[in-house]
Structures are given as structure tokens and as C-alpha cells.
């Protein structure tokens, strides 16, 4: 008796990894995830500098997992990919969004043209590649880079915040 319990009891270990598995959180999708750019009220703005919190909320009635966004880009105003260079490229956290939770990411970059010779560029949007799509937002701020290359971007490592108000 004792053995078939055992053998049971192991085969029912087993199948947790697939159990949970089946009954996983999903990753986040456009459907129910929003973007925010906020601009924290000037906070990263500097006499040739700017910057952003990127903010991913998830509106969904469900949890969701932000395991696979990938990387940000940028679009000029006919969806063209606009070359940047990532001083620090940050993973997106492993982490979980509840309802209504959110995450933020800082991002910083030299807004004026400070370099001789040196050019600017205003991309027309920034895109959060998701599972099943991406996420965009209207960007129009100016990106400058010494010429011949393409503008820095500095990416944070990202934060978990408060669920929204």
C-alpha cells in the first residue's frame, strides 16, 4: 500500500511544472497594457539634457508577466525604425503586473546640439515591442549625436511601482 502511495505521490510531483505551467500568468499584451512617457515635471531636463520615465500599466482584469517585451525603439512619422544607440540596454523585470500595476523605466539622452559638427533628430514615436504587438507612443522630442553617428540613449534599470490610483 505504502508504495502506491509513494509512486502517486511522485507521479503527482511530477506534473506540477507542467500543472503550473498550464495555469501560468500570460505575458502582457497591447490589449491590456498602456504606455505612459511622464516627464516628471522637468526633473530630467538640463541645459543640453532630457529625459522621461517610460511607465507600462497593466489595465487588464488579470496579471500579467512583462518577460517578453522587447527592446524600445524609434519611428519617424512614417513608421521608418530611426537608429539609436543604448548606452545601457536593461532587461525588462521578470517580474509580475497585478490589475492596475505598474512599472517605470528612466530615460535619459542630450537633447541640445552640444557637439561640433553635430546633428538632431525628432523621432515622431517610441514603440515597446510586446507579446502580439507593440505599444506607441508619441514622442517629438530632439535626440542630438555628433555627426556620422547615431544619437545615445541611456536606459535606467526598471522599477515596480504602485498600482495606479
Not at 511522485?10 to 498602456?34: M, N, Q
Not at 548606452?87 to 523585470?93: E, R, Y
Request: net charge positive; charged share 15%; with cysteine.
Amino acid at each position: 500500500m505504502m508504495r502506491w502511495l509513494a509512486a502517486g505521490v511522485a507521479l503527482g510531483l511530477s506534473c506540477l511544472p507542467v500543472c503550473a505551467h498550464a495555469h501560468g500568468v500570460r505575458d502582457c499584451t497591447p490589449r491590456h497594457t498602456v504606455m505612459v512617457l511622464d516627464d516628471g515635471q522637468g526633473a530630467f531636463d538640463g541645459m543640453m539634457h532630457g529625459g522621461m520615465w517610460l511607465v507600462v500599466r497593466n489595465t487588464g482584469m488579470r496579471a500579467c508577466t512583462l518577460a517578453s517585451v522587447g527592446p524600445i525603439s524609434f519611428e519617424d512619422g512614417h513608421h521608418h525604425a530611426i537608429p539609436v544607440r543604448w548606452q545601457q540596454a536593461v532587461a525588462m523585470p521578470d517580474g509580475v503586473l497585478p490589475p492596475g500595476g505598474q512599472a517605470r523605466t528612466a530615460l535619459r539622452w542630450v537633447s541640445g546640439n552640444a557637439f561640433d559638427p553635430g546633428y538632431c533628430i525628432t523621432p515622431a514615436t517610441l514603440v515597446l515591442s510586446l507579446h502580439k504587438g507593440a505599444l506607441r507612443q508619441s514622442f517629438g522630442r530632439s535626440l542630438c549625436a555628433l555627426s556620422g553617428t547615431p544619437p545615445a540613449l541611456e536606459q535606467q534599470p526598471w522599477q515596480a511601482g504602485p498600482a495606479r490610483q
